[in-house]
Each structure stands twice: as structure tokens, then as C-alpha cells.
């Protein structure tokens, strides 16, 4: 269907980017709902999210409740008429009384292929749990988590080299095509969501500052995708000399020693099966570069342990 008259309901730059698509479509953006500004910086100064910047500036209205469980909120929402809503990592649960709003209901672009990693960080998990290939999907809201009928995915292949930064940029791509195909079926009395398979769940855990600390101890190949899956925020690091380094990249190689060894002059690290050869790190306050620049200016001895 073509001119639909829709609300868009999200708040990090993944979502920024399907709205930016929704805006180039053609379609009536009546409002736009965001998490609240919040503070930011070493001035916490409020910042508004990246869909609500984008909204702002094309000139949409922008609602940032902080519930949306008050009868004032669903008035408000109600009276939009609208034909449906989107919904891409907004943050906020909605309502029953929400959900059947919209003459189309509530549609949310999911980042992965459910039911594997319904839940808040969809992109990192996968990445971290060694999973070959992800997707994104286009879902009929209900009231669980994730778990309504999916009316159209595509599938995204997780290689050797992806980061979450690299497939939330390829998952953001395909959603926006995804979604704006999908709409233009919604009139259509034979398209209908199919039901989740009951098995397979998953969970995607919100990703937790305590899980950004390398463990030496785990393996080469795990540590690699867990490396990868916090590649660029929060992004996985160690400490060396009261500094603390971020990790943005490494390879899994041949080698043994103790767990968090300096093995060579190149930042081959032992693990705690295998080893790390160390390609990309970016200490505190300075920019991302390569081993062989951060050696430079931090040198880092074969036979020394890393924290």
C-alpha cells in the first residue's frame, strides 16, 4: 500500500536509519515517539536520540513520554488515525490498548531472525555466540517480548570479520528495504504473519559494562567473537601499566603459555586455549589504530601479562 498514514516509534541511530527510509518513501509520518533526552558527556548535557534529532530536523512531531501507560499517552496516540505503527528499538513496552490502535496494528523491525535472540541485543549476541548467519524480521506486535508472527525477514551471513558496528550497519541497510516492502503488502488479505516456532528461543541480554573485561582464560575463538561482538561500544578491553585498552580487533593464532602471556614482540597474546595475535586497539582518550602504531607509543614485552 502506498500513502500510508503511520507513527514511528524508536530511538538509537539503527532506528534513525529505517526513518530516514519511512521519510523518502512517501508515507504520512504523523509523530514520532523517542526515549527521552538524556544526559551525555563530561557535561551531561541532555542530548536528544538519534530519531529524534532526525525528526526535528524534517520537521516531524516528536513525543518523548516516559510511560506510555497513562490514558492521557493513548488519547494522544489514538487520536493520530493512524494506519499502522513502527516500532525499531524504541525502549519502551507497549500497551495492549496500544497495539490495537493503528488499523494495521503495530509492526516492529526486529535485528535478528526470530525466535533466536528476541530481546535487546540481538546483533552483539549473535556475533558472540559463533552464529553463522542472522537476519532481520518484521514482526505483527503482541504483548510478549518479541514474540508475535513474522510477516517477512532476510538473512545476513556473520563472517570472520564482522563487528557489531559492521552488521548493525548491513541489519539497518536490509531493514529499511525489508520494512518498505513489507508495507506495501499490508492491504493484502492473503499476507498474514506466521507464527514463531516454539523452538529455538533465545535470549538477547542487555550487553553489561562488566562483560567488556577480557578474560585470557577463555579461548582464542571465543574471545575473538566476543571481541568482535563489543566492537565499537563498549568494546572489550584489558589493562596494561594502570591503562586501560581497548581491544577492537584480533585474530585467533597458534600459540600457549599463560593465560594473558605476552608470547612475541607483535602482541601475540596466549589464551586460554590458543592465542590472540592483537590487530586493532585504542587506548583511553585517543583514537582506534593498529598494533604496530600502538606499540609505539606503549611498548609491550614478550613475557609480560596483560589484566
Same mark, same amino acid.
Given at each position: 500500500?502506498?500513502?500510508?498514514?503511520?507513527?514511528?516509534?524508536?530511538?538509537p541511530? %539503527?532506528?534513525?536509519?529505517?526513518?530516514?527510509?519511512?521519510?523518502?518513501?512517501?508515507?504520512?509520518?504523523?509523530?514520532? *515517539?523517542?526515549?527521552?533526552?538524556?544526559?551525555?558527556g563530561?557535561?551531561?548535557?541532555?542530548?536528544?536520540?538519534?530519531?529524534?534529532?532526525?525528526?526535528?530536523?524534517?520537521?516531524i512531531?516528536?513525543?518523548?513520554?516516559?510511560?506510555?501507560?497513562? !490514558?492521557?499517552?493513548?488519547?494522544e496516540?489514538a487520536?493520530?488515525?493512524l494506519?499502522?505503527?513502527?516500532?525499531?528499538?524504541?525502549?519502551?513496552?507497549?500497551?495492549?490498548?496500544?497495539l490495537?490502535?493503528?488499523? *494495521?496494528?503495530?509492526?516492529?523491525?526486529?535485528?535478528?531472525?526470530?525466535?533466536?535472540?528476541?530481546?535487546?541485543a540481538?546483533?552483539q549476541?549473535? &556475533?558472540?555466540?559463533?552464529?553463522?548467519?542472522?537476519?532481520?524480521?518484521?514482526?505483527?506486535?503482541?504483548?510478549?517480548?518479541d514474540?508475535?508472527?513474522?510477516?517477512?525477514?532476510a538473512?545476513?551471513?556473520?563472517?570472520?570479520?564482522?563487528?557489531?558496528?559492521?552488521?548493525?550497519?548491513?541489519?539497518?541497510?536490509?531493514?529499511?528495504?525489508?520494512?518498505? !516492502?513489507?508495507?506495501?503488502?499490508?492491504?493484502?488479505?492473503?499476507?498474514?504473519?506466521?507464527?514463531?516456532?516454539? !523452538?529455538?528461543?533465545?535470549?538477547? !541480554?542487555?550487553?553489561?559494562?562488566?562483560?567488556?573485561?577480557?578474560?585470557?582464560?577463555?579461548?582464542?575463538? @571465543?574471545?575473538?567473537?566476543?571481541?568482535r561482538?563489543?566492537?565499537?561500544?563498549?568494546?572489550a *578491553? %584489558?589493562?596494561?601499566?594502570?591503562?586501560? &585498552?581497548?581491544?577492537?580487533?584480533?585474530?585467533p593464532?597458534?600459540? @600457549?603459555?599463560?593465560?594473558?602471556?605476552?608470547?612475541?614482540?607483535?602482541?601475540t597474546?596466549?589464551?586460554?586455549?590458543?592465542?590472540?595475535?592483537?590487530?586493532?586497539?585504542?587506548?583511553?582518550?585517543?583514537?582506534?589504530?593498529?598494533?604496530?602504531? %600502538?606499540?609505539?607509543?606503549h611498548?609491550?614485552?614478550?613475557?609480560?601479562?596483560?589484566?
Open positions: 500500500m502506498a500513502g500510508l498514514r503511520l507513527a514511528f516509534m524508536g530511538t541511530e %539503527f532506528s534513525a536509519h529505517i526513518l530516514q527510509a519511512l521519510i523518502s518513501s512517501g508515507h504520512e509520518i504523523a509523530c514520532v *515517539y523517542s526515549q527521552p533526552p538524556r544526559p551525555a563530561r557535561g551531561k548535557k541532555l542530548v536528544a536520540s538519534a530519531v529524534h534529532q532526525l525528526a526535528e530536523n524534517e520537521g512531531p516528536v513525543r518523548t513520554p516516559v510511560s506510555l501507560k497513562s !490514558e492521557d499517552v493513548q488519547a496516540f487520536a493520530l488515525k494506519d499502522v505503527a513502527i516500532v525499531v528499538a524504541y525502549g519502551l513496552i507497549l500497551p495492549k490498548t496500544l490495537e490502535t493503528p488499523k *494495521y496494528g503495530c509492526l516492529n523491525l526486529h535485528a535478528s531472525l526470530l525466535p533466536r535472540w528476541r530481546g535487546a540481538p546483533i549476541r549473535a &556475533i558472540m555466540a559463533g552464529d553463522k548467519e542472522t537476519g532481520i524480521a518484521v514482526m505483527q506486535m503482541e504483548a510478549g517480548l514474540t508475535g508472527g513474522i510477516l517477512s525477514e538473512r545476513i551471513a556473520i563472517t570472520t570479520d564482522s563487528t557489531a558496528g559492521s552488521l548493525h550497519d548491513e541489519l539497518a541497510e536490509a531493514g529499511a528495504k525489508l520494512l518498505l !516492502e513489507t508495507l506495501t503488502r499490508l492491504g493484502d488479505p492473503e499476507f498474514r504473519a506466521t507464527a514463531q516456532p516454539a !523452538e529455538g528461543i533465545t535470549y538477547a !541480554e542487555k550487553i553489561s559494562k562488566s562483560e567488556a573485561a577480557i578474560d585470557w582464560k577463555r579461548s582464542s575463538v @571465543e574471545l575473538d567473537r566476543h571481541i561482538g563489543l566492537n565499537p561500544a563498549p568494546g *578491553y %584489558f589493562e596494561h601499566g594502570g591503562l586501560r &585498552i581497548k581491544l577492537l580487533f584480533a585474530k593464532v597458534a600459540g @600457549e603459555g599463560h593465560p594473558g602471556e605476552v608470547l612475541d614482540e607483535n602482541l597474546v596466549a589464551c586460554g586455549d590458543g592465542a590472540l595475535k592483537l590487530v586493532m586497539l585504542q587506548p583511553a582518550g585517543k583514537a582506534p589504530m593498529a598494533a604496530e602504531a %600502538f606499540l609505539n607509543g611498548p609491550i614485552g614478550a613475557g609480560e601479562v596483560l589484566g
